[in-house]
């Protein structure tokens, strides 16, 4: 998932895996076992992320965030959600304000398959908060993990956006 972001932003900057191999300072086999098998060292990633123009970062969670990955997510969390969903905004520094990359860019993927959202803008800002989280496989890994009940939320957000 980090490597497809990166691969993105790698695509603009270098005419070929190669390129951008060489550009990180590693052999260009490294990118196709990559793509095959998703698993290097820190050193291997950040070399590429460098090169591709991204940078690699932790980020701590905050009680809020961590409350929400703990499963205690209650009414006023959704509340919340849904008057951030009801605003249209799409502004990815909005959106990490109010929870984890991950959760938030689930719910982006959420608002981008609803009625009345705008599908390509969620899905850029689904992508811009977890890279990949737009993926059947990993929409499907949100939708079993997350707190938020879609047949719940969605009809909720409709009716606060007038849609």
Same mark, same amino acid.
């Given at each position: 998932?980090?490597? +497809?972001?990166?691969a993105k932003? +790698?695509?603009a900057r270098f005419s070929s895996d190669a390129a951008w191999a060489a550009a990180s300072g590693?052999?260009?086999?490294?990118?196709?076992r990559l793509k095959r098998q998703p698993s290097? /060292?820190?050193r291997t990633l950040d070399a590429l992320a460098r090169s591709a123009g991204? %940078?690699?970062? =932790? =980020?701590?969670?905050t009680?809020? +965030?961590?409350?929400? +990955?703990?499963?205690?997510?209650? %009414?006023? /969390?959704e509340d919340r959600l849904l008057e951030l969903a009801a605003s249209g905004a799409t502004d990815a520094a909005v959106w990490r304000a109010h929870g984890p990359g991950f959760f938030m860019g689930g719910l982006a993927v959420l608002l981008a398959s609803a009625?009345?959202? /705008? %599908?390509?803008?969620?899905l850029r800002l689904a992508e811009s908060l977890h890279a990949g989280v737009s993926t059947p496989e990993v929409f499907g890994l949100w939708l079993r993990r997350s707190p938020l009940r879609p047949a719940r939320f969605l009809p909720a957000a409709r009716r606060r956006r007038g849609a």
């Open positions: 998932m980090l490597l +497809a972001g990166m932003s +790698a695509a590693l052999p260009k086999e490294t990118l196709s290097c /060292d820190l991204c %940078r690699l970062v =932790v =980020v701590p969670e009680g809020e +965030a961590a409350s929400q +990955a703990a499963g205690r997510f209650t %009414r006023e /969390d009625r009345g959202f /705008d %599908r390509e803008r969620y």
